[in-house]
């Protein structure tokens, strides 16, 4: 009974606390916002500014893939989101929003009076508004992008904000999101730091909730050859690596894999019984068919069945385990004239249950580990046979 009554005391207590610290923060930060990499898109706009948040997280899906996906996230979808919405409604005694509007990001903030100041297709885009937060129902009120930066009407507070993504150099992306925020004169100031330092743990909770439904969004909406296989697949991991190389050039790599082949080129200790992966091709192991099976294991038939192939393109594999039904694609993209983006996926399906739920997130990190070790060795094999 103590640890009950301790933890229905504490948990809350602490959760306060640490919203009274982070609200405090805001407040002695507020009109002196850390550098660290800003917006130049956003400095067109708004180069002097009280307050900035700056967030960024890898997807494993190309950039514009990325940035689709941000803008059409659902704002509300994520639970705490749509409790930090209700909280604010509470506080602030607002009106209930009957508009309907549309769920995506992008055209539900438009809908609600939020301008684009800039839009670099396929790589950014600028949103703005003046509007006075701290009313229980705002109005934002969309500027010309030739008026944002020159307008000063007392009693406002000037807002943009960014989506935008870049590729990297591993074959992911890195999608950012920057927000500043300025008041117009002394007393929105006044009134703005008050709202900001109130609000600011519950604004940046949200932030980090899209994010994190950002990155499933995007690998879903990233469709791959074999995802067609599994269409009640109810987990999904992708990685991806850039190699200097073209696809003629790393196909002969995935053609042999395979335990008593040439290995998986992951740590051999774990996955090839110790005998280390190749590190030539060999000619022997370069037909392969549908219907063949690269084993898992030093003897015995388990392992993966060939059910696609498409030369230099993809390699679909389907898991031979009982547990539950999986897919393993290997998809090469051209890069330019001599380089490749090489995306695995692996999905799977299975009947939810406890013994899945414990066991599911164990697999996942497993197969995390090893797969980076296996892409980073195929890189390496393709690039140094096609070094001149």
């Given at each position: 009974?103590?640890?009950?009554?301790?933890?229905?005391v504490?948990?809350?207590?602490?959760?306060?606390?640490?919203?009274a610290?982070?609200?405090?923060?805001?407040?002695?930060?507020?009109?002196?916002?850390?550098?660290?990499?800003?917006?130049?898109?956003?400095?067109?706009?708004?180069?002097?500014?009280?307050?900035?948040?700056?967030?960024?997280?890898?997807?494993?899906?190309?950039?514009?893939?990325?940035?689709?996906?941000?803008?059409?996230l659902?704002?509300?979808?994520?639970?705490?989101v749509?409790?930090?919405?209700?909280a604010?409604?509470?506080?602030?005694?607002?009106?209930?929003?009957?508009a309907?509007?549309?769920?995506?990001?992008?055209?539900?903030?438009k809908?609600?009076?939020?301008?684009?100041?800039?839009?670099?297709a396929?790589?950014e885009?600028?949103?703005?508004?003046a509007?006075?937060?701290?009313?229980p129902n705002?109005?934002?009120?969309?500027l010309?992008p030739?008026e944002?930066?020159?307008?000063?009407?007392?009693?406002?507070?000037?807002?943009?904000?960014?989506?935008?993504?870049?590729?990297?150099?591993?074959?992911?992306?890195?999608?950012?999101?920057?927000?500043?925020?300025?008041?117009?004169?002394?007393?929105?100031?006044?009134?703005?730091?008050?709202?900001?330092?109130?609000?600011?743990?519950?604004?940046?909770?949200?932030?980090?909730?899209?994010?994190?439904?950002?990155?499933?969004?995007?690998?879903?909406?990233?469709r791959l050859e074999?995802?067609?296989?599994?269409?009640?697949?109810?987990?999904q991991?992708t990685?991806a690596?850039?190699?200097?190389?073209?696809?003629r050039?790393?196909?002969?790599?995935?053609v042999?894999?395979?335990?008593?082949?040439?290995?998986?080129?992951?740590?051999?200790?774990?996955?090839?019984?110790?005998?280390?992966?190749?590190?030539?091709?060999?000619?022997?192991l370069?037909?392969?068919?549908v219907?063949?099976v690269l084993?898992?294991?030093?003897?015995?038939?388990?392992?993966?069945?060939?059910?696609?192939?498409?030369?230099?393109?993809?390699?679909?594999l389907?898991g031979?385990?009982?547990?539950?039904?999986?897919?393993w694609?290997?998809?090469?993209?051209p890069?330019?004239?001599?380089?490749?983006?090489?995306?695995?996926?692996?999905r799977?399906?299975?009947?939810?249950?406890?013994?899945?739920?414990?066991?599911?997130?164990?697999?996942?990190?497993?197969?995390?580990?090893?797969?980076?070790?296996?892409?980073?060795?195929?890189?390496?094999?393709?690039?140094?046979g096609?070094?001149?």
């Amino acid at each position: 009974m103590s640890t009950l009554v301790l933890c229905l005391v504490g948990v809350p207590a602490l959760a306060a606390g640490g919203y009274a610290v982070v609200a405090a923060v805001g407040w002695f930060r507020y009109g002196r916002p850390r550098g660290g990499g800003p917006d130049t898109a956003l400095d067109a706009f708004m180069p002097i500014y009280d307050v900035v948040e700056r967030h960024e997280v890898t997807v494993a899906a190309p950039a514009a893939v990325a940035l689709e996906a941000a803008k059409k996230l659902d704002l509300e979808g994520p639970r705490l989101v749509r409790a930090i919405f209700a909280a604010r409604a509470r506080v602030l005694r607002s009106a209930p929003d009957d508009a309907a509007r549309p769920r995506g990001l992008l055209e539900k903030t438009k809908s609600m009076g939020w301008g684009v100041l800039s839009d670099r297709a396929g790589r950014e885009i600028v949103l703005g508004a003046a509007t006075k937060p701290w009313e229980p129902n705002p109005v934002f009120r969309a500027l010309r992008p030739g008026e944002f930066a020159a307008f000063r009407e007392p009693g406002h507070v000037k807002i943009a904000w960014t989506l935008g993504a870049v590729d990297g150099p591993d074959g992911s992306s890195v999608f950012r999101t920057e927000t500043r925020a300025v008041a117009t004169d002394a007393n929105a100031r006044r009134k703005f730091r008050r709202y900001w330092a109130f609000l600011s743990p519950g604004i940046r909770l949200i932030r980090s909730a899209l994010l994190g439904g950002l990155v499933a969004e995007a690998e879903r909406a990233w469709r791959l050859e074999g995802d067609d296989v599994l269409t009640d697949a109810r987990t999904q991991l992708t990685h991806a690596v850039a190699i200097a190389a073209p696809p003629r050039d790393v196909w002969p790599w995935l053609v042999q894999m395979g335990c008593q082949r040439a290995g998986w080129y992951s740590w051999d200790i774990l996955d090839n019984a110790g005998v280390r992966s190749a590190e030539r091709i060999v000619p022997e192991l370069q037909h392969l068919r549908v219907g063949d099976v690269l084993p898992a294991r030093p003897v015995g038939k388990e392992g993966f069945e060939v059910i696609r192939i498409v030369p230099e393109r993809a390699l679909v594999l389907r898991g031979l385990a009982a547990q539950w039904a999986g897919t393993w694609a290997f998809v090469l993209e051209p890069l330019g004239p001599n380089g490749t983006r090489l995306v695995t996926r692996y999905r799977a399906a299975y009947a939810p249950s406890a013994r899945m739920s414990l066991l599911v997130p164990v697999l996942k990190a497993a197969h995390e580990v090893m797969e980076r070790k296996q892409l980073r060795t195929i890189k390496h094999h393709a690039e140094l046979g096609h070094a001149p």
